[in-house]
């Protein structure tokens, strides 16, 4: 008897500290909830423009707090990146991403080209640099970046993304004449050989998104941030994030740093960057591409710009600091313009709207992101690809690459899924896609396509270097 008493005893001690347990998750979680949607509330508020209660400094002890449970989510996946070994934030659930459209096919021997590969390496287990020969798939070269190294000569940045290493990218890695590349962080830019993994400099400056070489081939151009357009008006200057055009030089010196919200203003587009709610990313550079000829449309050295946030492609000289031209849409926060030839432009279009959830950032379900090109001569638009997109239907949401190439082809990079495609004018011509496992995908951050010609002095140079 007693023994029975005491396992009944035993059952409702039990009984009771599930309950306890029980109660306690779902006090924190409705706790949570309450505070997540009061301090969502808050940082609205705070943000937001015109009347307000707060005052500069509770608007910023608002918005810090607001920062803290990103920062504690990022310490948890570093921590369990380095336990574990993998970078959790950079791999997606195959099951939730795949779509019956997807097909892999790479190798492909009929090409001759390149993929300059950026993207989570699944034998490195982090973010790595590639030089991939396409015909046989066989990797010609790798660079591994120390990102200890890159980040002890890096300084945290207001508002730029918080990275840890298991969040690591190198953003759209450029390939130098001698075999080094030039990738950016973020927060910084980097230069890295294929024989060390410790950077041969860091600019510990705020770049971003593209970079494109600059007409002479010793320079680049990069998005990055300024201060400079709003100096006369300190509230707008500390909350609204004013994007710059970046000349930096091979070797890692600042040779000019330009407000394009300074140019906006100064070229009669006022209008573009204050109209309405003045967000806190209210122009969003992703894209500078060079003129490296002169035509009847521009001039060498002219600098073609996608500013996201408006929907807006912009032309810009900077000898004159003049905009020569630009066009809203008829793309939908678009990436990656490019010059096709010596009259037309081509567009990434995502097609996507911002601020509602994944499921409804499409207008139609069906939609997929168009590549269009732009036709000075005619003023219009065309999508010679629209058919083969709407097969292989790429969907990324942000990002994303697209190139014309010179044999009428396109390059696609859908960045948010892994995925990179290769077309001829007519048919797809190999599709891969960044596989970790059996189970996950690898991101992957904007890689290029090469030519033969453009690899050609690179890989000489890497070959006769004989570190890899």
């Known amino acids: 008897m007693k023994s029975n008493s005491k396992s009944t005893r035993s ?27 009061g301090t969502a509330g808050l940082v609205r508020h705070a943000l937001t423009l015109g009347h307000t209660r707060l005052s500069d400094t509770q608007a910023d002890v608002v918005i810090a707090l607001s920062e803290f449970p990103l920062l504690v989510r990022t ?4 921590l369990a990146s380095r336990i574990l070994g993998e970078p959790f934030p ?11 459209s997807w097909v892999r096919r790479f190798p492909a021997s009929e090409d001759s080209g390149f993929l300059l590969f950026s993207g989570v390496d699944p034998a490195a287990k982090h973010s790595i640099v590639q030089l991939i020969r396409i015909s046989d798939g066989k990797v010609v070269s790798r660079w591994e970046p120390d990102w200890s190294a890159i980040y002890e000569r890096t300084t945290a940045k207001k508002g730029a993304p918080v990275r840890s290493l298991g ?14 590349i030039i990738f950016n962080t973020d927060t910084s830019l980097v230069r890295l050989s294929p024989c060390s993994p410790l950077p041969v400099w860091v600019l510990d400056q705020e770049m971003h998104h593209s970079i ?5 081939g010793s320079a680049v151009w990069v998005p990055s941030v300024s201060k400079d357009a709003f100096a006369d008006n300190p ?14 030089s091979t070797d890692g010196q600042v040779l000019d740093k330009r407000s394009f919200a300074r140019i906006l203003l100064d070229n009669g587009l006022r209008a573009m960057l204050l109209s309405g709610d003045l967000r806190n990313d209210p122009i969003h ?29 912009f032309l810009y000289r900077p000898s004159t600091d003049r905009i020569i031209w630009h066009q809203t849409g008829p793309w939908l926060h678009q990436h990656s313009a490019d010059f096709v030839d010596d009259h037309r ?9 911002t601020g509602v959830p994944d499921d409804y950032a499409f207008v139609r379900p069906d939609a997929t992101n168009h590549v269009i090109l732009y036709d000075f001569d005619t003023g219009r638009t065309s999508e010679p690809y629209a058919a083969l997109l709407a097969k292989a239907r790429p969907v990324t949401r942000t990002q994303g690459r697209a190139r014309v190439l010179p044999d009428g082809g396109l390059f696609v990079e859908e960045t948010n899924y892994g995925r990179h495609l290769r077309f001829t004018r007519d048919r797809l011509l190999w599709s891969r896609i960044n596989d970790y496992d059996d189970r996950r995908i690898g991101a992957v951050s904007w890689s290029r396509y090469l030519t033969a010609e453009e690899a050609a002095g690179p890989l000489r140079a890497l070959i006769a270097r004989r570190c890899q």
């Not at 432009?345 to 709207?353: G, H, Q, R, W, Y």
């Open 11 to 37: 059952r409702n001690d039990s009984r009771h500290a599930w309950s306890f347990w029980l109660w306690l998750v779902a006090t924190f979680s409705v706790v949570l909830i309450v505070a997540v949607i």
């Open 75 to 78: 310490a948890v996946q570093e």
């Open 90 to 100: 950079l791999l997606l659930d195959r099951n939730q991403i795949e779509k019956p």
């Open 167 to 180: 969040t690591s990218m190198a953003i759209h890695p450029l390939l130098l004449a001698d075999g080094d």
């Open 212 to 216: 494109q070489f600059d007409e002479s």
């Open 235 to 248: 509230w707008i200057r500390d909350r609204v994030r004013d994007d710059a055009l970046a000349h930096v």
């Open 285 to 313: 550079i992703n894209e500078i591409k060079v003129a490296l000829q002169s035509t009847h449309y521009w001039q060498r050295g002219d600098l073609l710009i996608s500013a996201a946030a408006p929907s807006a492609v």
């Open 345 to 353: 432009i081509s567009v990434f279009d995502n097609n996507v709207l």
